[in-house]
């Protein structure tokens, strides 16, 4: 029996809010999307994903090859719909972006109800709250009983007929079943599973990373690094090369933003520090670039049980001038650190301090990693 997979992912994500869709935000390592995808592969022989108009190409990119990306409509039933009509398969799961920790084993249940001759079968949980109808005015009409209400989720399945039947009256439901239902048709439903929630807001997000493994384990670290100039030396800043600028002293390139950057990391990991990982006494480190020791130093933070968050790092001197170098450093910086999120900013110090007056290039930075 071959099995379509429909993942909703065109919602706009308002109740987030993040300014972008709620299928692209980023959950530990990969986006929302992609965690939903990637439950429902092992079960899917078709993946299909509805996506908000306008956004169809850059998620074909994401998604990569084998997926088939179709545009969206205005509501959830209506970015359904679109997917429904090129579904090759006599089964379909319809699965929502916003339920990316939904597991394998959950979509497999659904396709097991399935095969056993179900025609329409969702997850449910038990409901723990007591839950009231109200009017207009918000007064109670009444108190329902707990014990016969369930929360809905997704991968819901069907028969692709009888999916095709409940859609065809393009009436709007806020979950597929209930046009199911409102065919008189049989709904099934197995047990949910909690960490099939649905991602509607950030605190959401906070707890679908617990089930990532993320619980309290995020640390922060700070680091500082200067530098004097000094004649007859080349300038190496923030990972690149920087022809006609004067460089400075050390023992290394004097990459004063990577070096700040290395402290910042084995401050939140509890490594020690630039001096006790790479100092005088390590000569094998002497004039080793600053990509170099961004590179050993994530390898020890790695090693350390770690991965890196972000890191950001601003430049301080009245030379060179960062802006127009911005996005190179950012892409070296990253490179260096595995691909990872950095920020890049600079600034003076109206002329006082050290690098005021221009004896020299200092940077702060500061790290966030967590515990794997
Ligand atoms: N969805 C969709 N097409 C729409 C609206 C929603 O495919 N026109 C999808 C969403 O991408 C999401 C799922 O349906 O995966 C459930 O919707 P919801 O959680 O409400 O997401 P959004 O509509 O994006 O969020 P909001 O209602 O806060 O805007
Ligand atoms: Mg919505």
Redesign the pocket.
């Known amino acids: 029996m071959s099995v379509s997979a429909i993942i ?9 809010g993040a300014g972008y ?3 692209l935000i980023q959950l530990g390592d990969r986006t929302l999307l992609e965690h939903a995808i990637s439950a429902l592969a092992p079960v899917a022989d078709q993946i299909i994903v ?1 996506a908000p108009v306008g956004f169809e190409q850059q998620i074909s990119q994401l998604v990569g090859g084998g997926i088939t990306v179709v545009s ?5 039933s ?2 359904v719909r679109n997917a429904l009509a090129v579904v090759t398969s006599d089964f379909v799961l319809v699965h ?3 339920r990316a920790l939904a597991s394998t084993e959950l979509a497999r249940s659904v396709v097991t109800s399935l095969q056993s001759g179900n025609t329409a079968v969702v997850p449910g949980l038990l409901e723990v709250d007591t839950v009231k109808t109200i009017d207009a005015s918000g007064r109670v009409t009444a108190t329902l009983d707990r014990s016969e209400l369930r929360r809905i989720q997704t991968p819901q399945g069907f028969s692709a007929k009888a999916l095709r039947d409940a859609h065809a009256s393009g009436k709007e439901a806020t979950d597929d079943a209930a046009l199911i239902e409102l065919l008189g048709g049989t709904v099934n439903v197995i047990d949910g599973e909690e960490r099939a929630l ?1 991602i ?1 807001t950030p605190s959401d997000l906070t707890a679908a990373l617990t089930y990532l493994g993320f619980t309290n384990s995020f640390r922060t670290g700070i680091g500082t690094d200067a530098h004097a100039f000094a004649t007859g030396r080349e300038l190496w800043l923030a990972g690149l090369n920087w022809p006609g600028e004067e460089g400075v002293d050390g023992h290394s390139d004097g990459d004063v933003a990577a070096h700040a950057i290395c402290d910042a990391l084995f401050a939140a990991t509890g490594l020690g520090d630039l001096g006790s990982n790479f100092g005088t006494d390590r000569p094998e480190y002497a004039n080793a670039s600053g990509s170099t020791l961004l590179q050993q130093t994530r390898e020890l933070v790695t090693k350390a049980g770690y991965a890196i968050s972000n890191v950001t790092v601003q430049i301080i001197g009245s030379k060179p001038k960062i802006g127009a170098r911005r996005a190179e450093a950012i892409e070296a910086i990253s490179k260096a650190l595995g691909g990872v999120d950095v920020s890049v900013s600079a600034t003076t110090t109206d002329g006082m301090g050290l690098t005021g007056e221009g004896k020299g290039i200092a940077a702060v930075a500061s790290a966030l990693v967590y515990k794997q």
């Open positions: 909703a992912a065109a919602g706009s994500g308002e109740r987030f869709p709620k299928a509805a969206g409509g205005s509501t959830r209506a970015s929502d972006a916003a649905k509607t």
